[in-house]
């Protein structure tokens, strides 16, 4: 069993390319200075070893894995050339997602349309490096060292060895929450006036979700915010729930109003991503602790389009846009039963 006080993080890569591996453990080890060591894989051989055995022994030590993946090897896909990693850093890629868990291994690919990567990749923490020289790799490396070096300190627990159920637990909700990631319009069922857009996104260390929102009126006017203070997930029943602290904003004279609540998400099966949910939410006046209120929502996940619209800080856009999908989206609630559900709450404390 594992029981150290620092982590050990491994860093595999083809032959060609090493000198991107070599470049990344200096960065890395210097970034993470004594809160971790940080090893090429293949620098741990033992003469007397074959690579599989050598590989194994590796991946029993490892805490977190980094995989170099470049274009090594040119091939042919769906009748056009492109270019693939090589086999074996794929592999090992693999065996130290099985052992360690997915959240705990990274990539560093080439920046590159023609790299061809395994659609199961998607899901795992990558950054993008356009090489232009060996010259240039400390640069280059520089921001993707830096933000690896915190996911580990932030994920690393010290003298905790993770049981089997604890990880594969770790991994279902890790799924779970790169499904649901992204911009979301949540639309109150009873309200026309008001549309909110929600930003999920995943919090590194607990990997749970973190929710950030903010509601406007027909005239793309702010009128309230609200972040998560506090989230679990149901992963079988593709459910999210969150208390959450938030405030409107001061308007015509009267003084900001803060509240808070909780919310459950509920989200529709789909194959890869989600794409539209329901849910219930309470929330109160602070000012008034008996004004709780509890009221239903639909959600639909925004377009990249519209998402750039929302950011885009231009009132005029985003109040367009918050008529075209409010009567978009009325539209496909009327009719529906819009009385607020009775809240559930999850059975585990938060």
């Known amino acids: 069993m594992k029981n150290r006080e620092r982590p050990k993080v491994f860093i595999a890569s083809s032959s060609e390319g090493k000198s991107i591996a070599e470049v990344l453990r200096d960065l890395l080890q210097s970034s993470l200075k004594e809160k971790a060591d940080v090893y090429l894989w293949v620098d741990s051989f033992p003469p007397s070893d074959t690579n599989i055995e050598s590989l194994e022994k590796t991946v029993e030590q490892a805490d977190f894995a980094v995989s170099v993946l470049t274009c090594d090897d040119k091939i042919e896909s769906r009748g056009g050339q492109m270019f693939a990693p090589r086999d074996n850093v794929l592999f090992e890629l693999g065996l130290f997602m099985g052992r360690i868990g997915r959240k705990r291994c990274y990539l560093i690919t080439d920046d590159r349309k023609d790299l061809k990567l395994p659609s199961d990749l998607l899901g795992v923490n990558s950054v993008a490096v356009k090489y232009t020289g060996t010259e240039n790799l400390r640069d280059e490396l520089a921001k993707p060292s830096v933000a690896i070096s915190k996911l580990i300190s932030d994920r690393w627990i010290k003298k905790k060895e993770l049981l089997p159920s604890a990880i594969a637990a770790q991994e279902a909700s890790g799924v779970f929450c790169e499904?649901?990631?992204?911009h979301w319009w949540s639309i109150r069922n009873w309200d026309k006036r008001r549309l909110?857009?929600?930003s999920v996104d995943v919090d590194p260390p607990t990997g749970l979700?973190?929710?950030k929102g903010d509601a406007y009126d027909k005239r793309g006017q702010h009128v309230a915010h609200w972040d998560s203070v506090a989230c679990c997930v149901h992963t079988n029943a593709h459910k999210v729930y969150y208390y959450f602290d938030g405030y409107h904003p001061e308007t015509r004279?009267?003084?900001v109003e803060k509240y808070e609540g909780f919310t459950e998400y509920e989200f529709k099966e789909a194959a890869d991503r989600f794409h539209s949910g329901t849910g219930v939410f309470s929330d109160r006046n602070l000012a008034d602790p008996k004004s709780m209120r509890t009221k239903t929502l639909t959600l639909l996940r925004c377009t990249?389009?519209?998402?750039?619209?929302?950011t885009s800080g231009i009132p005029k856009l985003r109040g367009d846009l918050v008529n075209e999908r409010l009567g978009d989206a009325w539209a496909s609630v009327s009719g529906k039963n819009a009385t607020p559900a009775r809240m559930r709450r999850p059975r585990s404390s938060l």
């Open 179 to 182: 499904r649901i990631k992204g």
């Open 196 to 198: 909110g857009f929600v």
């Open 209 to 211: 979700p973190k929710v």
């Open 253 to 255: 004279g009267r003084p």
């Open 304 to 310: 990249d389009k519209e998402v750039g619209k929302m």
